[in-house]
């Protein structure tokens, strides 16, 4: 995937997510960046469970990723003492 796709996928996973988890989001910018590395989180957590990860811009990569993203979101504010 090319990084248009990438930052299109986290922007959109990173924007779901924040919605799922917590209800408002972070910032755009913060969204993007927790959105990309969700998908990369969630493509490597399916990976290691024998699963599938990441295929490319669909809607089972974009599940993925929302995953991966939520994971990300939990730990972010766990560490930024907001949970």
Same mark, same amino acid.
């Given at each position: 995937?090319?990084?248009?796709?990438?930052?299109?996928?986290?922007?959109?996973?990173?924007?779901?997510?924040?919605?799922?988890?917590? +209800?408002?989001?972070?910032?755009?910018?913060?969204?993007?960046?927790?959105? @990309?590395? /969700? =998908? &990369? %989180?969630?493509?490597? #957590?399916?990976?290691?469970?024998?699963?599938? +990860?990441?295929?490319?811009?669909?809607?089972?990569?974009?599940?993925?990723? @929302?995953? /991966? =993203? &939520? %994971?990300?979101?939990? #730990?972010?504010?766990?560490?930024?003492?907001? +949970?």
């Amino acid at each position: 995937m090319g990084i248009i796709a990438w930052i299109v996928l986290g922007l959109i996973a990173g924007f779901i997510a924040s919605k799922i988890f917590v +209800g408002s989001g972070q910032g755009m910018l913060l969204d993007i960046v927790l959105g @990309i590395v /969700g =998908a &990369v %989180v969630g493509g490597y #957590l399916f990976t290691a469970v024998g699963a599938t +990860g990441i295929t490319g811009f669909n809607i089972y990569s974009m599940i993925v990723a @929302i995953i /991966g =993203a &939520v %994971v990300v979101l939990w #730990l972010y504010h766990m560490i930024a003492g907001r +949970g």
